[in-house]
């Protein structure tokens, strides 16, 4: 089992920037596939950032936002991050951190194993 916890969200105004963190245990994270979503109230959970195994790194959110969203890791303290930037109104949401160690598609939360219970991030205008 691997048990992931996010942290780092809170309460922002719009322009704010935050850092989330997940921390894993259970199993090292070296070989697995960790990954960002978020999901707002009504709505599905939607891909943000992924850090791939090999180090190769991927971000994509449907508001075309991407650029505003970095991923990080630090394997040897099973941890990934999570910077947001110039966070907006849109951005609200359960943010949450996912692992996969199988070899399929990152951007379909249903491939991914492992959940944490999600940070809320609220941006206020």
């Known amino acids: 089992q691997v048990q992931l916890v996010e942290s780092g969200g809170g309460s922002v105004q719009t322009g704010g920037s935050l850092r989330l963190s997940c921390a894993a245990s259970?199993?090292?994270?070296?070989?697995?596939?960790l990954a960002w979503f978020r999901q707002a109230p009504g709505k599905g959970r939607e891909f943000v950032a992924a850090?791939?195994?090999?180090?190769?790194?991927?971000?994509y959110v449907s508001d075309s936002g991407n650029d505003r969203f970095t991923i990080s890791r630090d394997n040897a303290k099973n941890m990934v991050y999570l910077e947001v930037n110039s966070l907006k109104p849109e951005d609200t949401a359960l943010y949450y951190c996912?692992?996969?160690?199988?070899?399929?598609?990152?951007?379909?939360?249903?491939?991914?194993?492992?959940w944490g219970q999600g940070t809320q991030v609220t941006v206020s205008s």
């Open positions: 996912a692992a996969k160690s199988s070899n399929v598609a990152i951007y379909a939360s249903g491939n991914y194993a492992y």
């Open positions: 259970g199993r090292t994270i070296s070989t697995y596939t």
């Open positions: 850090s791939m195994w090999n180090g190769i790194v991927r971000s």
